[in-house]
DNA sequence: CTCTCTGCAAAACATTTGCAGTCGG
DNA sequence: CCGACTGCAAATGTTTTGCAGAGAG
C-alpha cells in the first residue's frame, strides 16, 4: 500500500525530459509549451498530474512565484537546500544555509516555538546579467 | 501624478477595522465573511481593491498561503521584517533578522549576485499549543 | 457638480476532476 | 486482458475587470 505502480509512459518520459534540460524555474504552461516546441504533444492535465508526481517523488521543488502560478524545477541535491535566483535571467543556484537554520531555531525557541519549518527565496542579480 | 485621491467611504474604513482587530493573517474571503458578520456589507471585489490599496499604501502585508490564496495582515513595524508564524493557532510574531539579512547579502555575493532581496516565512507550534 | 468608489455579473487565470477511450506490462 | 494513464471538456476557486449608478468633497 506504500507502493506506486508509475508506467513509464510517452508522455512521462516527455516530461521528464523537459525537466531534465530546465536550467531554472518553470511554470506548468512553459513546460506544456516546450512539449509542444519539441514535438511532444502531451495534454495539459496529463503535464500538470506528471509533475506532480514528480515533486511527490520528490525529483522536482516546487514553489510559487509572486503572482500565484506553480513553479517547478529539477532538483539537484537531496537536502534541505534554497535557491538564489537572478531576477534577470531566471539562473538559479543552490544554497546550502546552516547558519541560517540555526538562526531559525535561535528565533523560534526565544519566542516559545517548536518544531520550526521555513521557506525562504532569494532574488538578485547575477554577474552575467551586469 | 503622484498623488492619490483616496476618499474616506463606509466600506474603506470597515476594511481597515477589521484589519485592525486582526489577528494573524487572513484571506479575503475571510475578511470579506467577516464583515458580514459585522453587519458591515461589502462588495467582495471592493474588498480586494481596499486591501490592495492597504498593500500599496504599505499599511499590511500580503503573503502567500501553500495553496495559493493571498493572506493579508495589518503590520506593526514600518522596517522590513519577517513573521514567525504558529501552524496551529496562527498567533504571529514579527522578527528582525540583521544576521539574516547579512547571511543574505553574503550568500549573493559569494555567487556574483547583487541588489539581493529575499522571502522568508517561519512556522512553528506556539508553547500555548503545547 | 464632478470624479472616485462601489456592486454586480462576467471574465480571466491556474489548477483539478469526471469520464470514456487508450495502451503499457 | 486489466487497470493505470491520457485527453478533453467542464468544474473549481481566487482574483480582476467593465460598467452603470451612488456618494464623497
Redesign the interface.
Known amino acids: 500500500m506504500t507502493e506506486a505502480p508509475l508506467r513509464t509512459t510517452r508522455q512521462r518520459r516527455a516530461v521528464a525530459a523537459v525537466m531534465e534540460d530546465l536550467d531554472g524555474f518553470a511554470s506548468a504552461r512553459e513546460i506544456h509549451d516546450a512539449l509542444r516546441d519539441r514535438g511532444e504533444s502531451v495534454g495539459l492535465s496529463t503535464v500538470y498530474r506528471n509533475l506532480q508526481a514528480l515533486a511527490d517523488a520528490e525529483e522536482v521543488d516546487q514553489l510559487?512565484s509572486?503572482d500565484?502560478e506553480?513553479l517547478y524545477r529539477r532538483c539537484v541535491t537531496d537536502h534541505h537546500h534554497h535557491h538564489?535566483v537572478?531576477r534577470e535571467c531566471g539562473r538559479t543556484?543552490e544554497?546550502q544555509?546552516p547558519?541560517?537554520e540555526r538562526?531559525?531555531e535561535q528565533?523560534?525557541s526565544e519566542?516559545?516555538?517548536?518544531?520550526?519549518?521555513?521557506?525562504?527565496?532569494?532574488?538578485?542579480?547575477?554577474?552575467r546579467c551586469r
Chains 1, 2 share one sequence.
Do not use: K, P, Y
Open positions: 510559487r509572486d500565484g506553480v538564489l537572478c543556484v544554497v544555509g547558519a541560517l538562526w531559525v528565533v523560534g519566542n516559545g516555538f517548536r518544531q520550526m519549518s521555513h521557506t525562504l527565496e532569494i532574488f538578485g542579480t547575477c554577474d
